[in-house]
């Protein structure tokens, strides 16, 4: 079966807002939902696939099918923590290839900030999840982890194997604001320098306080259908071309962490797709943490191992650089509400779209864009998907 | 000796030999008969050939800090009163163990840094075992 083209994403619609005390997460997946399926010029009718991750709502697919009032032919509440929606862009093309489905909605949406919760700070009490014996609770939780210690510990790693400085993780910190000003739904919007990076307060070495996410309410949908339903759509499709999942863990021990799940997900992604990295015009790349970036381009291939500092380098990743990545602002400096990778797939379709013509926001020529979410930690266990996206 | 306010593991089947190697001031990890690997966190099964029998093996204690972070903002009780070293130590049999590392000034702490293991009793039945520099 040959997946690449085998769907379109045709309607987006990523919830505006940043703070929504008065709403409850399925209702801002419902109303998501509806507008998404509006930009795409389908209805309810249409949807047979349902496609959810939530790491608040127990059983979140029958919850938000029943909230929705659904009949979904395909449910699929695959949650690997960010990266869970480029897993559903993966699961719902070959869904839809396979002709088991002709239209699928992937949908998440989180209170994160205004339930006050600790993201990455949180400790064992990040969650509330239950407990998992043996670990990672008797083996990791009774000594503090946090999620940002552990991406930091990666971190430190990182500059010790190859001289990475703190001042280049700060560039992908301002290269994301930079982005940020241009876009009115951002939460931050003044430009920031390195400088404001290293001076701003320690949370975990060497990770400063803006090198860590934001922390947003927030959510989104995503419709995704088959090429015979894509052409009767509204907007230009945005073909998915190649897809790839992977996740990396602690290999009872063994495992060298500095190698993610990137690595492992973005061969069949670009396999599939047949295209080089020569050919991707902008990035979207998961931004739970600087250091997230700077590993990623590396095991996705962009550089080499050891070279992600020099490549985050000098304006490289902004519009105009050699590789844009996240031009909403990314997790750092636009949203994060705990799961981030939805917005990847929508800021993407939105380049691809060309939806930015004429102003400074827009990839010039944008064809071609690669989305990796990432999810869960990389110093303890994650997952990586990879998707490439394209426009005819 | 103050309350245990920090997480505590849960001693289950597969896992109670490790604590109980613990309270008595040994680190006990395991490997596997068949294929000889060490493995850790402990489980009831080999991970890597998932055929052989394990048996538990004392470890010598000793290792290097392999990654670390000095960590300043923690909710979780026992972890919110000021910075601690949180740390992934490697063993001197090979697998890597999260830890913190005790007895130091966090400053001090480097990657690559020779360290013992040290264990501090929490209660009469779990003693948790850090790292503390080698002396
Ligand atoms: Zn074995």
Redesign the interface.
């Known amino acids: 079966m040959d997946l690449k083209h085998g769907a379109a994403i045709v309607g987006i619609h990523e919830h505006v807002t940043r703070y929504a005390p008065d709403k409850s997460e399925l209702q801002i997946q419902g109303e998501s939902v509806i507008k998404a399926l509006e930009d795409a010029g389908l209805s309810k009718s249409d949807v047979d696939g349902l496609f959810t991750a939530s790491s608040s709502i127990r059983n979140s697919g029958m919850n938000l099918a029943d909230y929705l009032n659904l009949y979904p032919k395909y449910l699929d509440n695959t949650t690997v923590g960010g990266g869970s929606f480029e897993f559903h862009m993966s699961h719902a093309l070959t869904a839809i290839a396979a002709g088991r489905i002709n239209c699928a909605v992937i949908t998440y949406s989180s209170l994160a900030r205004s339930g006050g919760v ?1 993201v990455g ?6 969650f509330g999840h239950p ?1 998992l ?3 990672p ?10 999620t ?2 552990l991406y ?3 971190a ?2 990182h500059m ?1 194997l190859y001289g990475t400085k703190p001042e280049q993780l700060a560039e992908v910190a301002v290269a994301m604001r930079k982005h940020a000003s241009m876009n009115p739904e951002a939460l931050f919007r003044d430009p920031i320098t390195v400088q404001d990076v290293l001076n701003s ?7 400063h306080l803006m090198d860590c996410c934001v922390i947003s309410d927030g959510g989104g949908a995503v419709v995704v259908a088959s090429p015979e339903v894509a052409r009767s759509c509204r907007q230009t499709p945005v073909w998915v071309l190649g897809v790839g999942e992977a996740m990396a863990h ?5 495992r060298d ?1 500095m190698y993610i799940a990137a690595k492992q997900s973005h061969a069949p992604a670009f396999a599939m797709a047949g295209v080089t990295h020569e050919d991707i015009n902008m990035a979207m790349i998961y931004d739970s943490f600087t250091i997230t970036v700077v590993e990623t381009l590396e095991d996705l291939g962009f550089c080499q191992k050891g070279e992600g500092g020099d490549f985050v380098s000098g304006g490289r990743l902004q519009i105009g650089g050699a590789l844009p990545i996240n031009t909403d602002g990314g997790g750092l400096s636009s949203n994060h509400p705990g799961m981030r990778g939805i917005f990847l797939l929508m800021e993407a379709t939105r380049q691809l779209r060309h939806q930015f013509e004429g102003t400074p926001r827009q990839v010039p020529d944008c064809k071609i864009a690669l989305c990796h979410g990432t999810g869960g930690s990389l ?1 303890a266990r994650h997952s990586g998907g990879t998707v490439i996206l394209g426009r005819d | 000796m103050p309350d245990w306010n920090k997480p505590l593991p849960s001693i289950v089947g597969e896992t109670r030999p490790y604590w109980e190697g613990c309270r008595q001031g040994q680190l006990l990890i395991q490997k596997c008969d068949a294929c000889g690997e060490y493995q850790f966190y402990p489980r009831g099964i080999c991970a890597n050939c998932w055929s052989g029998p394990i048996k538990w093996v004392k470890a010598s204690g000793r290792g290097t800090v392999w990654t670390f972070t000095v960590t300043y903002q923690n909710r979780t009780p026992g972890f919110d009163g000021g910075p601690y070293v949180l740390a992934l130590v490697e063993l001197e049999e090979g697998v890597k163990m999260f830890s913190n590392i005790v007895e130091c000034n966090p400053r001090d702490v480097k990657i690559g840094m020779p360290v013992q293991v040290t264990f501090v009793k929490a209660n009469d039945q779990v003693s948790v075992p850090y790292f503390k520099p080698a002396g």
């Open positions: 600790s700070t949180g400790g064992v009490a990040r407990r014996d043996p670990s609770d008797s083996f990791e939780e009774l000594y503090g982890l946090t940002v210690g930091a510990m990666i430190q790693r010790h307060r320690m949370v975990s070495s060497p990770l602690q290999g009872a021990g063994k962490l110093g």
